[in-house]
């Protein structure tokens, strides 16, 4: 594992489901322990309930608001707020407003990354 920086606006870019991601650091840069991304997801956008096997989530919201729910438990989070989702808890979300919302999306141990990278659409040569 090596030192890096990704500047603003650096890292590859994936469309999916709706939502362009963007790798600031992936399970291969952390030898698994953590991915993390940057999404920005547009008004509107619905997450419907799944699963996360063996990993956690995080968000950390960065501009607009999202909606959500994990488990029984229902929340509402706006730019400044940080949301954590255990792993192989039910959850979902949706974008709430009129504007798009940006987030740091943040797994460990990394899995999600590689799925996005897997099955997204590359936007960046």
């Not at 650096?10 to 991304?37: L, N």
């Amino acid at each position: 594992m090596s030192f890096f920086v990704r500047p603003v606006g650096e890292g590859e870019r994936y469309e999916f489901d709706g939502t362009t991601f963007t790798v600031k650091a992936s399970g291969a840069d952390t030898e698994g322990r953590v991915g993390v991304m940057e999404q920005s997801a547009p008004a509107g956008l619905t997450v419907p309930a799944h699963t996360h096997e063996g990993e956690d989530e995080m968000f950390y919201v960065l501009d607009g608001e999202l909606r959500g729910f994990c488990g029984d438990e229902r929340w509402t989070a706006s730019a400044g707020a940080f949301i954590f989702l255990p792993r192989d808890v039910v959850h979902g979300f949706e974008v709430v407003g009129d504007h798009p919302a940006r987030a740091l999306t943040i797994v460990g141990p990394a899995r999600f990354d590689r799925l996005v990278v897997e099955q997204g659409r590359r936007l960046d040569p």
